[in-house]
């Protein structure tokens, strides 16, 4: 790893509090993150350097604008169609609000869910038809396989296990022991083959802010006197 000249990013000026869940792209010109707003949206945003990193100019796109949350981003592996374009995160844009996986092209701004879960689910890594993610739904946090729109369990430790990583045939994990988390690997013949099945659910209808005062129109209101 080398490391050049710090640079500082003056975030606040694009109205950005806070920024979370930061995901380098493979061509190393960009990167996404969470970026908290001074409404208390979370949403995802891509920052992109000029080639010549002594240029301190900067861009950042805006990708999704919408009062659902965002979690743990992951640009997507080679495999996906304009994977330097498209990202995997978790989010409650679902039904029930639970965190399910979507897919987002940064380009076409296009989401779609890639999951349909009544368990929280984080930390997906690879692509969109094939990756892996941390699953609630055995009551603990465990690793699942999605492939051709079918989950499976491949783990199933004592303990808790967190943030995915599939190296070489090898899952590289954090688990959970003795008040902190420690890195573990886990070989493939290791690995279990657990088929999941989930409840169906209606897709979401997206609905303008129900907060807004458009839902419930001023002249409705009678003023008694």
Known sequence: IELGSPQRIELHRHNILQVNSL???????????????????????????????????????QITNEYYSWRTLAWASSETKNSSDVILAASDRTPNKKYNIFSIDT?????????????????????????????????????HQISLKNEIRITEAKTALAYPKLR???????????????????????LLDKK??????????HKPEPWKANHFPLENLHVQK
Not at 120 to 134: H, T, V, W
């Open 23 to 61: 995901a380098i792209n493979h061509d190393e010109q960009r990167i996404a993150f969470v970026g908290l707003n001074s409404k208390g949206w979370a949403n995802i945003y891509v920052l992109e350097f000029p080639s010549d990193l002594s240029d301190d100019t900067y861009k950042i796109d």
């Open 107 to 143: 380009h076409s701004r296009e989401t779609r869910q890639l999951t349909v879960s009544s368990s929280n689910q984080l930390a997906p890594e690879g692509s969109d038809q094939e990756f892996i993610l941390q699953s609630l739904e055995s009551g603990s946090p465990q690793v």
């Open 196 to 205: 999941i099945k989930h409840q169906p659910q209606t897709q979401i209808r």
């Open 168 to 190: 070489q045939n090898r899952l590289y994990v954090l688990g959970f022991k003795s008040g902190r988390y420690h890195l573990y690997q886990i070989s493939k013949d290791r």
